[in-house]
């Protein structure tokens, strides 16, 4: 048998466009006849710095249009349009360059493709790592890593490091970068399955795999979404990693249909049917609808004859992505989309029905009164005062109900938002603040009601059957808000916020806010109804 090399990946011209960063901290120079590109140590943590700063506060182009074409979907829903609207306007308040898109600024990642021809002389993720040092203690990002002090105990780094950074040596004298910033949510969403040939047996079996797989997925991640499908891959680790890049369009340009040879491909044929999986869930941009995703990917690889790995991701409304690269004529990165306007002429025509206004500032007992007047799926106006706790906050709570010892009052006499703020800017009350991931919080939902607390919660997805339970047996409501549309809510619905409890959590603390006409919508009532 003759050797025939083939790369897994065969990759396309890249038509991405770039803007040059600089032209200094790079020179050629001629070894052994060869030509050589030498980087300056200070131009890594540049690129690092300016892309981490720029994909937390704008879109690719594509990406906008994409929500703008929801907007003009006769079969979109009401619910589809609202989200899509709300999200145009976060991007262009995101877009100052105050206000991150979403309060998780995420973990940073970063893939170099390092020529074998370029030369920098130094460990070249120490100076990419003060890159993202940079971004995430100089803007108004968020510190959302935790270091372990223990195998039960951590604490938050305060830079947000670690970062994820792998260097992967090619052939040429250019320098390649791929990067993203990953948020929780949508990496709580990715799932491998170890699966077998009888998947692939007929047309109708995947299909029906990818249609539970897909639903599953639910809202919490913040549709609308890039969905990402790979089949196969040689390890778990490969498929999921392949995953991540299609996710984020990093293989846009993989050669597009199967030549019989030993590599992947993207499968366009696949993707108008896993679009059509998506639409018909149901779920659409948060609540209810079509528009679940925007786009998929689907890619094919090949595979060891006793495993096929299949696995499922998602890019997340907060599509923070970017290619970069280092060549002889300077830094570059991939063009962002910098101008709104096109985009907000859109959704001045777009006019949302009027809501139910709703006083926060009464009992609970009287909040819940009133909530019972509406079906799931109304969308209400909220104005008055929240109690802002998450995951750690919510686990301190706990202890003090498992210790016999009181919660606080204002656990009891206010709704709860689940959320953790991004850094305030100078002269504004809060940073970018969406919600979190609600389902995290289902473990603590049945103790906390029994003792009183947590009868109104605000956050974003779906829930568990046992918090649907606590809400009928306890008169309890679960709402949901805009997930991805942080900058939007800390600008335009933020009236105060103010530290309140367990401040050495950080992002984490718990925290008072009075909000004004914040949107959100029922998702589970108090008769045991539920949305999705």
């Given at each position: 048998?003759?050797?025939?090399?083939?790369?897994?990946?065969?990759?396309?011209?890249?038509?991405?466009?770039?803007?040059?960063?600089?032209?200094?901290?790079?020179?050629?120079?001629?070894?052994?006849?060869?030509?050589?590109?030498?980087?300056?140590?200070?131009?890594?943590?540049?690129?690092?710095?300016?892309?981490?700063?720029?994909?937390?506060?704008?879109?690719?182009?594509?990406?906008?249009?994409?929500?703008?074409?929801?907007?003009?979907?006769?079969?979109?829903?009401?619910?589809?349009?609202?989200?899509?609207?709300?999200?145009?306007k976060n991007a262009a308040i995101a877009a100052d360059g105050l206000l991150p898109l979403c309060q998780d600024t995420g973990t940073a990642i970063i893939l170099g493709f390092k020529g074998e021809r370029v030369s920098t002389g130094v460990d070249d993720v120490r100076y990419l790592t003060h890159g993202v040092f940079d971004a995430y203690t100089r803007l108004n990002l968020r510190a959302s890593q935790n270091a372990p002090v223990s195998m039960l105990e951590e604490i938050?780094?305060?830079?947000?490091?670690?970062?994820?950074?792998?260097?992967?040596?090619?052939?040429?004298?250019?320098?390649?970068?791929?990067?993203?910033?990953?948020?929780?949510?949508?990496?709580?969403?990715?799932?491998?399955?170890?699966?077998?040939?009888?998947?692939?047996?007929?047309?109708?079996?995947?299909?029906?795999?990818?249609?539970?797989?897909?639903?599953?997925?639910?809202?919490?991640?913040?549709?609308?979404?890039?969905?990402?499908?790979?089949?196969?891959?040689?390890?778990?680790?490969?498929?999921?990693?392949?995953?991540?890049?299609?996710?984020?369009?990093?293989?846009?340009?993989?050669?597009?249909?199967?030549?019989?040879?030993?590599?992947?491909?993207?499968?366009?044929?696949?993707?108008?049917?896993?679009?059509?999986?998506?639409?018909?869930?149901?779920?659409?941009?948060?609540?209810?609808?079509?528009?679940?995703?925007?786009?998929?990917?689907?890619?094919?690889?090949?595979?060891?004859?006793?495993?096929?790995?299949?696995?499922?991701?998602?890019?997340?409304?907060?599509?923070?992505?970017?290619?970069?690269k280092i060549d002889k004529k300077g830094i570059w990165l991939e063009v962002l989309n910098y101008d709104l306007k096109p985009f907000l002429k859109k959704i001045e025509v777009f006019e949302s029905e009027q809501t139910p206004a709703i006083n926060l500032d009464r009992s609970i007992d009287e909040l819940v009164a009133e909530l019972s007047n509406y079906p799931v799926g109304k969308r209400l106006s909220l104005s008055g005062t929240l109690i802002v706790a998450r995951d750690q906050a919510h686990l301190r709570l706990k202890k003090m109900i498992d210790e016999g010892r009181p919660l606080p009052s204002y656990f009891k006499e206010h709704p709860i938002y689940y959320a953790g703020p991004a850094k305030t800017p100078p002269g504004l009350v809060t940073g970018s603040i969406g919600p979190t991931t609600a389902q995290r919080m289902d473990v603590y939902v049945e103790d906390f009601m029994k003792a009183g607390a947590s009868r109104i919660m605000l956050g974003k997805g779906n829930r568990s059957e046992r918090v649907v339970q606590a809400c009928q047996k306890y008169n309890g409501f679960y709402l949901g808000t805009i997930g991805g549309a942080a900058a939007l809510v800390a600008k335009e619905h933020i009236v105060s916020s103010e530290l309140l409890d367990f401040e050495d959590l950080g992002m984490e603390a718990i925290r008072k806010i009075v909000v004004k006409n914040l949107p959100a919508f029922i998702i589970i009532n108090n008769k045991g109804n539920r949305l999705y």
């Open positions: 048998m003759r050797f025939e090399y083939v790369p897994l990946f065969p990759l396309g011209k890249d038509r991405t466009s770039y803007e040059q960063l600089t032209s200094q901290q790079v020179k050629t120079a001629k070894i052994l006849g060869k030509n050589w590109l030498q980087v300056e140590p200070a131009g890594l943590r540049l690129l690092a710095r300016e892309a981490l700063g720029r994909i937390n506060f704008y879109f690719r182009k594509k990406h906008l249009e994409n929500l703008a074409l929801i907007l003009d979907d006769p079969e979109a829903s009401a619910n589809d349009k609202f989200v899509a609207a709300k999200l145009i938050n780094t305060g830079n947000n490091l670690p970062a994820q950074i792998e260097i992967m040596s090619c052939p040429g004298e250019e320098y390649n970068f791929w990067i993203m910033a990953k948020g929780g949510g949508s990496s709580n969403k990715t799932a491998l399955y170890q699966e077998n040939k009888s998947l692939l047996k007929d047309e109708k079996t995947l299909l029906n795999f990818l249609r539970e797989k897909v639903s599953s997925i639910g809202v919490a991640a913040c549709p609308p979404y890039r969905l990402a499908v790979v089949v196969g891959g040689l390890s778990p680790e490969m498929n999921l990693k392949t995953v991540k890049l299609a996710s984020a369009g990093f293989l846009d340009n993989l050669i597009d249909h199967p030549t019989g040879r030993p590599h992947g491909y993207r499968d366009l044929e696949w993707e108008k049917k896993v679009m059509t999986i998506a639409r018909e869930t149901g779920l659409g941009a948060q609540f209810g609808g079509k528009a679940l995703a925007v786009e998929a990917r689907v890619i094919r690889l090949p595979r060891h004859g006793g495993s096929l790995p299949v696995g499922i991701g998602v890019s997340c409304n907060a599509d923070r992505n970017i290619k970069a």
